[in-house]
């Protein structure tokens, strides 16, 4: 089909204008889907274009702290006053990525260039899941890394989500919490401090082992599926509101779904494509 993106206009509220992947089913014991990482070494990575005007979440003071949750977030696998949590975002421009332990801690590390220049990035977090160390890299060059927290960071199986969500602030989040998020902060808290993300994404990739050991070449086309491969989310549906998960990994598929609202309306399909023409708009 053709090449496609998604757009996101950073409606941070109500659950709407984001891409919903469920890593765990809150009523059993089961296992996640595989996109529910954390449990061994992973990378998530995928493109970005940000408008600077769309994405003004102030610069963070990383280090040990949640600080990334202050940023316009994009991946979003958090759990609300809960520990085994991370997540992307941007702040200062900033890529801006953090993980908190299984009672062991929180660490947030920061990017080093502003990528709210109107032009598409290739991002990639990595961690390691032996000592918990974290890397950061943008468009193939290491910007940050850090000894972050140790333990097992995936979803729990058994985990029960918090009474801190609803318009009320004390529904259960389980519409929230066992969801990988893509698009906005998940909780959907007070924009002005923990904002969205607003902007084009594509090519979302979830790898079961640590794809980069240095500096690498950016990549110059789509990503193929490989064994490693757990979840990958080209977004060239283009249509209706299915984010399908095209890795062909056994245990899968980790489909994710569109919840589209706001105004405008987000999450939207877009012709624009990181390896296409140079875009004319918005510089």
Known sequence: GPDRSLRCNGNATSGIDRVKIRVDNPSDSQPGPPADVGAADFTMEGWVLAPAAENTAPDVTCGANTAWRDGNVLFDRDRFNQDRDYGVSLAGGRVIFGVSGDG??????????????????????????????????????????????????????????GNYCGATGDQPCTASDPFLVIGAEKHDLDPSTHPSFSGWVDGVRISNTLRYTADFTRPTAAFVSDAYTVGLYLFDEGSSTAAN???????????????????????????????????????
């Open 245 to 283: 998960d095209v890795s062909g990994f056994a245990a899968g598929p980790s489909n994710g779904a569109l919840s589209i609202g706001g105004n405008p309306a987000g999450p939207v399909w877009s012709t624009e494509w990181p390896f296409g023409p140079p875009r004319q708009v918005e510089r």
């Open 104 to 161: 062991t801690g929180d660490t947030t590390i920061c990017g080093t260039s502003a990528i709210t220049d109107g032009a598409w990035h290739h991002i990639a977090i990595q961690r390691r899941r032996s000592d918990g160390w974290m890397w950061l890299y943008v468009d193939g060059v290491l910007q940050a890394e850090a000894d972050g927290p140790d333990g097992d960071i995936s979803y729990p199986d058994d985990g029960v989500p």
